[in-house]
């Protein structure tokens, strides 16, 4: 299986302040990784699919990048409503796996 | 286009145990549809995925012979069920939606469902 490796595990942040988080895969995926934001007590929500491309009516404060193994989500500038917990995960090959979170919170 | 699951379950070890998922809005035949897993205070775990069009599944070797993933295309609606239960299953279940790439592949999760809550006690 694919080891999908998040960092930090943790952050903390002001509102305003721009973010990002690494996702690193164990082996190659090439661009075939998605982004997620889980809200307390809610079904995680789609922000980013094949790496850096945007789902629909996700706005533009996020974005991501990457190929191969190294990966990022940013967050341009950190609002209230986007202290939530993100996950990546990896679709190039079965089974697929998600990294283990990264809670941001606010400072 | 949504998902929508069915309600919380409460059961007992041993007891067998069937969820839904319905799509609305679109094909249903056209899209997989995935289960994921999150056990309380943890992070997603990736159960298996089904593409209703030709009934393929593929399971995470985790819960390969744990659970049965199946659909029904008459009623658009995915299954992800359960022939004895333990306690370890207790977990907030999700389906999402993902889009066919490449011809045959699934691609990355775009609508999730909003979850069906598992209780197993005895």
């Known amino acids: 299986d694919i080891q999908m490796t998040q960092s930090p595990s943790s952050l903390s942040a002001s509102v305003g302040d721009r973010v990002t988080i690494t996702c690193r895969a164990s082996q190659g995926i090439s661009s075939y990784l998605a982004w997620f934001q889980q809200k307390p007590g809610k079904a995680p929500k789609s922000l980013i699919h094949?790496?850096?491309s945007l789902q629909s009516g996700v706005p533009s404060k996020f974005s991501g990048s990457g190929s191969g193994t190294d990966f990022t989500l940013t967050i341009s500038s950190l609002q209230p409503e986007d202290f939530a917990i993100y996950y990546c995960q990896q679709y190039n090959s079965y089974p697929w796996t998600f990294g283990q979170g990264t809670k941001v919170e606010i400072k | 286009v949504q998902l929508v699951q069915s309600g919380a379950e409460v059961k007992k070890p041993g007891e067998s145990l069937k969820i839904s998922c319905k799509g609305s809005g679109y094909s249903f035949t056209n899209y997989w549809i995935g289960w994921v897993r999150q056990m309380p205070g943890k992070g997603l775990e990736w159960m298996g995925i089904?593409?209703?069009?030709?009934?393929?599944?593929k399971y995470s070797p985790s819960f390969q012979g744990q659970v049965t993933i199946s659909v029904d295309n008459s009623i658009s609606t995915a299954y992800l069920q359960w022939s004895s239960l333990e306690a370890s299953d207790t977990a907030m279940y999700y389906c999402?939606?993902?889009?066919?790439?490449?011809?045959?592949?699934?691609?990355?999760?775009?609508?999730w469902g909003q979850g069906t809550m598992v209780t197993v006690s005895s």
């Open positions: 999402a939606r993902s889009p066919v790439i490449l011809v045959l592949y699934a691609g990355a999760f775009d609508i």
């Open positions: 094949t790496a850096s």
């Open positions: 089904i593409y209703p069009g030709d009934s393929d599944t």
